[in-house]
Every structure is written in structure tokens, then in C-alpha cells.
T-cell receptor
Framework: DAGVIQSPRHEVTEMGQEVTLRCKPISGHDYLFWYRQTMMRGLELLIYFNNNVPIDDSGMPEDRFSAKMPNASFSTLKIQPSEPRDSAVYFC???????????FGSGTRLTVV | GENVEQHPSTLSVQEGDSAVIKCTYSDSASNYFPWYKQELGKGPQLIIDIRSNVGEKKDQRIAVTLNKTAKHFSLHITETQPEDSAVYFCALADYKLSFGAGTTVTVRA
């Protein structure tokens, strides 16, 4: 298995633009998680899905953020409009169970200028 | 999420020495306690984990201990090597993982 695949690896965008981050989880993993990592706040859980259904989105910062999982092999995290404070590394992770080891992707480094 | 305190924030050790990182947590029904290693430019990678029905677990040079009564768990790395230099995160799960702030470990050759 190729592991959790995220794209793009790097994204630089101007404030106000829409940004879409993509994730392909490990086949067979029923849980998918989106995390954001910053120096100030560390690793924060934004949202997680079970069997393609959003279960907990309490970590999503505000309405500018949205996430979807149209099928078991694909998820997106969208920011519209983007702001400089959204600059961070965004990680996708997947697992068989919530109380089990997560496999993380390599992350997307987002810079909003 | 569950609050997890991780100490120290930075740790510098001489190659061959041991490194210990400790995490404490508040009231929780958590029963799963993993540790992750993150190298520069990569995502966190699971290195060892422990469940609440076990007090200690070892895998070669790394070990984790858990004291549920005192609400703390620790990562022990013995015979440290330069490739152990990374950021280490503890985490705990009720139904989702909450991470500590991380410990930057530097192994001096």
C-alpha cells in the first residue's frame, strides 16, 4: 500500500482565494481525520469521518472551512476564502478504528499571502 | 479534546545515552496511548503504543510505561542514535486522538 496520499505537497495562494486540499486514505481504513499543525497550536483535529460520514467537525475553525468525503477513497478540505492565518501544514490520517494507530500522510504546506 | 501535557519541550542527549519524555493527562476514559515520531518535512509516524490494560511495552530500544492511577505515561529511548533526532508526540484517545505539544529531541554525536 502506498500509504495515505495527500496533494498538493505545497500550496501558495493569495488571500481571498479558494484552496482545496486532497487526501486518499489507506484502502480498508474506515476512519479519516484532518489535522492542522502550527507552531503555536500544535496538532489540532479539524474533522473526522467514519465510513464517509462526518462524525465530529467541532475543530473546524469557522464557516470558511468545509470537508467532504464523497467515497471511501477520497476526501477534500476546502478553505474559501483563504486568509493568512490559515497558513499551516494540513495532515490527513486514516485508521481502522478511532482508538487505534493512525497513518498520516506527508501533509500539505499551505501558505496564504 | 482531552488535555495532554508533555515534558520536556526540548531534550538534548549524548549519543548512547537514554531519553525520557513524559505526558500527563486529566480525567479521561482514554484506553489507548500512542507515541509518534515526526521527522522534518514528514507526517507523524506511529512508533509504539500501549493500552490501559498493560503497564509497560517494549520494542527494541524504545519502551512506553503507563500509570493510569497517576494519569501519566512515558516514552523511553535507550542507546540513542543520531537518527533518533526528531519531534516526538504523545497522544491519547477516547474516540479520537489528542496530541501533546511535542518534544524536540536532539542526539549529539
Amino acid at each position: 500500500d502506498a500509504g495515505v496520499i495527500q496533494s498538493p505537497r505545497h500550496e501558495v495562494t493569495e488571500m481571498g482565494q479558494e484552496v482545496t486540499l486532497r487526501c486518499k486514505p489507506i484502502s480498508g481504513h474506515d476512519y479519516l481525520f484532518w489535522y492542522r499543525q502550527t507552531m503555536m497550536r500544535g496538532l489540532e483535529l479539524l474533522i473526522y469521518f467514519n465510513n464517509n460520514v462526518p462524525i465530529d467537525d467541532s475543530g473546524m475553525p469557522e464557516d470558511r472551512f468545509s470537508a467532504k468525503m464523497p467515497n471511501a477513497s477520497f476526501s477534500t478540505l476546502k478553505i474559501q476564502p483563504s486568509e493568512p492565518r490559515d497558513s499551516a501544514v494540513y495532515f490527513c490520517a486514516s485508521s481502522f478504528k478511532p482508538n487505534d494507530g493512525y497513518t498520516f500522510g506527508s501533509g500539505t504546506r499551505l501558505t496564504v499571502v | 479534546g482531552e488535555n495532554v501535557e508533555q515534558h520536556p519541550s526540548t531534550l538534548s542527549v549524548q549519543e548512547g545515552d537514554s531519553a525520557v519524555i513524559k505526558c500527563t493527562y486529566s480525567d479521561s476514559a482514554s484506553n489507548y496511548f500512542p507515541w509518534y515520531k515526526q521527522e522534518l518535512g514528514k507526517g507523524p509516524q506511529l512508533i509504539i503504543d500501549i493500552r490501559s490494560n498493560v503497564g509497560e511495552k517494549k520494542d527494541q530500544r524504545i519502551a512506553v510505561t503507563l500509570n493510569k492511577t497517576a494519569k501519566h505515561f512515558s516514552l523511553h529511548i535507550t542507546e540513542t542514535q543520531p537518527e533518533d533526532s526528531a519531534v516526538y508526540f504523545c497522544a491519547l484517545a477516547d474516540y479520537k486522538l489528542s496530541f501533546g505539544a511535542g518534544t524536540t529531541v536532539t542526539v549529539r554525536a
